[in-house]
């Protein structure tokens, strides 16, 4: 599935309730991005992580945590304090170096609903 | 921090046609200009590339353009076909090479129509 793995494709949350997004990756890559996807506002960054156990806020983290135990993983969870989660999350990691290594590769993403 | 804006939110062209998407960004330290396309319900991918150092660059019937100096870069597509028809997304980046990562700040996206 091309190195990096979202599970799972469709997720519906109720009100007030925190649900995890899954991102796993094999490529041996250091860094890992959370980005999300509303119609006619591109991607948009949430958290990144250039190392385990190390990671930033991006553009839009209010309602979100993250965590970076192991270089594979690098879990989202969206939580009862973002209000609007209804949107595509895309997971994507990179590599140090010039392109291509150093260029993103994504994940399948996750259709999160809220019921 | 970084703003890229990119141009029209929507293309539609003639299959056979040429179609050219824009990008602004205004940060000046940015040197890595990758395009994504995406199609529907899937993931983005990355389609072509251009570092700072290198004015123009082709791939069969894609080509990217950057003006360092004006702070913009354009997506050429020559010979459209319907499966161009996508959502095409540029994007900017600090810091390529080395030991750095700089995170891609992205444009808005462009929905691109080739009608056969």
């Known amino acids: 599935d091309g190195g990096i793995t979202q599970s799972p494709k469709y997720l519906f949350r109720k009100e007030g309730q925190n649900v995890t997004l899954s991102c796993e990756q094999n490529?041996?890559?250091?860094?890992m991005y959370w980005y999300r996807q509303d119609p006619g506002q591109g991607l948009r960054l949430i958290y990144y992580?250039?190392?385990?156990?190390?990671?930033q806020k991006g553009d839009i983290a209010e309602g979100y945590s993250v965590s970076r135990e192991k270089k594979e993983s690098f879990p989202l969870t969206v939580t009862s304090a973002q209000k609007n989660p209804t949107a595509f999350y895309l997971c994507?990691?990179?590599?140090?170096?010039?392109?291509?290594?150093?260029?993103?590769?994504f994940g399948s993403g996750t259709r999160l609903t809220v019921v | 921090g970084e703003n890229v804006e990119q141009h029209p939110s929507t293309l539609s062209v003639q299959e056979g046609d040429s179609a050219v998407i824009k990008c602004t960004y205004s940060?000046?330290?940015?040197?890595?200009f990758p395009w994504y396309k995406q199609e529907l319900g899937k993931r983005p991918q990355l389609i072509i590339d251009?570092?700072?150092?290198?004015g123009e660059k082709k791939d069969q019937r894609i080509a990217v353009t950057l003006n360092k100096t004006a702070k913009h870069f354009s997506l050429h597509i020559t010979e459209t076909q319907p499966e161009d028809s996508a959502v095409y997304f540029c994007?900017?980046?600090?810091?390529?090479?080395?030991?750095?990562?700089?995170?891609?700040?992205f444009g808005q996206g462009t929905i691109l129509t080739v009608h056969p």
């Open positions: 994507a990691s990179s590599g140090p170096g010039p392109p291509p290594n150093y260029g993103y590769t």
């Open positions: 490529l041996n890559h250091d860094a």
């Open positions: 992580s250039q190392i385990v156990n190390d990671f």
């Open positions: 940060d000046s330290a940015s040197n890595y």
């Open positions: 251009i570092r700072s150092n290198v």
């Open positions: 994007a900017a980046s600090p810091n390529a090479g080395g030991t750095s990562y700089g995170k891609l700040t």
